[in-house]
């Protein structure tokens, strides 16, 4: 016997009917989901070392606030296990975050999804994918984890807010992990913590942008293909000042690695490239008044800094795809925050 | 067999506002503008106050920017704003 829930409690004849009553309700994402029962919800909350009432976080522009017991609850109906719940905690309090500014990320109509990056022990011990097919369905708590995120966006922060033109589907989950088997840096090292600290990164974006070269065997040239995606005149990045999340695939890592290419190289080398001309965003539309000659040497950053770069390895080990995920926005109103994971979660500490 | 399953939804946490007291009349009045940050919201809130001083005989604005469109005004600078002018425009979207 755990801890009284404070939730209203429905009573239904069949798990059907749990799922078409959630359904009707507007409880959902659109996909069915697991039964979020007593039993279920005190595992999770024991897994996190939680009582019903502890607050997460909160959605102050809206009133709403996010309780352990609502968070769990849609954690189980994402499908989550009670060893993943303390990274979804973990993710709530860093989207709680002012810097994050939660209540644009999921009120904009440019309708970013909210990425997760998890690194430390706790990923492999979890389960979490961060090989092939990295971000495919197929995995369970690369689905789930990233689900229950959404879930609690749409069942604790008002669904009613989010006002996407298009969205995107890592908008139903958007979660993986770091290959940290390589010489590179993790991220969250790069982010000031302790490789064996647990932490997850939460980064509003756009959709994954696959970027393929299976051409390049000189770093540059491969990061050069990259750049070029980082620079597209349509995302924020530059429209706009906001961070970008960029994913080297093992081929490319091995072909960047073995050249003595450290994660701080590539992302100078990324900062550096990843540009273009002030008269190509008026040529392009971003920027209407007149090109002046001057224009076509002033250039114009993907981004203001190469700590503005989320770069992860991640994939799987054939093929050479990397990706580029565009921010959202402008760091004025978002930006990246990286999360440590409790230390009662499994794998670390 | 019956299940028992938990309301996985909240609602806002109630707080209580009260009213500012309406001005009577605008005339002589000096009007607060929030921009809120995003493109031409300056150009719209400018817009609205000319309107108003035309037909209401407005004593002048104050303009004043949001350091970001999606988090609330800090304190300070409402409170500074309050000081200086009777009532404000506040809201604007997209």
Redo the contacts between chains.
């Keep these: 016997m755990g801890p009284a829930?404070l939730?209203?409690?429905?009573?239904?004849?069949?798990?059907d009917?749990?799922v078409e009553t959630?359904y009707q309700k507007g409880?959902t994402d659109g996909l069915p989901v697991v039964?979020?029962?007593?039993e279920k919800?005190l595992a999770f909350l024991g897994a996190a070392g939680l009582v019903p009432d502890d607050i997460l976080g909160a959605i102050?522009?809206?009133?709403?606030?996010?309780?352990a017991e609502?968070v769990a609850?849609?954690a189980v109906?994402a499908g989550c296990l009670p060893e993943y719940f303390p990274i979804v905690v973990a993710a709530v309090r860093g989207i709680s975050r002012?810097e994050f500014?939660l209540?644009?990320?999921c009120?904009?109509?440019a309708g970013s999804g909210i990425m997760m990056v998890v690194n430390g022990p706790v990923a492999n011990a979890c389960g979490l994918n961060n090989g092939q097919n990295l971000m495919g369905p197929g995995n369970r708590a690369n689905a789930t984890i990233g689900r229950a995120l959404r879930?609690v966006l749409y069942?604790?922060a008002?669904r009613e807010f989010d006002r996407s033109t298009l969205g995107h589907p890592g908008k139903y989950t958007y979660c993986v992990s770091e290959n940290e088997t390589g010489l590179w840096n993790p991220l969250h090292v790069m982010r000031g913590f302790k490789k064996e600290t647990n932490a997850v990164t939460l980064f509003a974006a756009e959709g994954p942008n696959q970027v393929q070269n299976h051409v390049a065997l000189k770093p540059e040239n491969i990061l050069n293909t990259m750049a070029d995606r980082m620079r597209a005149l349509g995302s924020f990045n530059m429209g706009g000042d906001c961070e970008c999340a960029v994913i080297i695939c093992p081929e490319h890592y091995e072909t960047l690695n073995k050249d003595g290419w450290t994660k701080e190289r590539v992302r100078d080398y990324l900062y550096e490239n990843a540009c273009r001309p002030l008269a190509d965003l008026k040529r392009g539309g971003l920027n209407e008044s007149p090109i002046e000659p001057e224009d076509e040497e002033r250039m114009v950053r993907a981004v203001s800094s190469p700590d503005h770069i989320l770069l992860i390895m991640a994939g799987g080990g054939a093929g050479r795809f990397s990706a580029c995920m565009p921010g959202w926005f402008?760091r004025?109103?978002?930006k990246a925050v990286t999360e440590p994971i409790g230390a009662t979660c499994t794998g670390g500490t | 067999?019956?299940?028992?399953?938990?309301?996985?939804?909240?609602e806002?946490?109630?707080?209580t506002f009260r009213k500012a007291r309406r001005p009577e009349t605008l005339k002589g009045l000096r009007l607060g503008l929030i921009d809120n940050?995003k493109k031409n919201s300056d150009y719209l809130v400018k817009k609205i106050s000319d309107r108003l001083q035309a037909l209401h005989g407005l004593s002048g604005d104050i303009l004043v920017r949001k350091?970001?469109?999606?988090?609330?005004i800090p304190l300070d600078m409402a409170e500074t704003l309050a000081e200086k002018v009777d009532l404000v425009v506040a809201g604007i979207g997209?």
Aim: no cysteine; aromatic share 6%; proline share 12%.
């Design positions: 829930l939730s209203h409690k429905i009573e239904v004849e069949n798990i009917q749990v959630f409880w039964p979020p029962t007593e919800v102050p522009e809206r009133n709403r606030v996010f309780t609502k609850i849609n109906m002012p500014g209540h644009g990320v009120a904009s109509t879930l069942n604790l008002g402008s004025h109103m978002s | 067999m019956t299940y028992v399953v938990l309301d996985p939804t909240n806002p946490v109630k707080t940050g350091p970001s469109p999606s988090h609330a997209d």
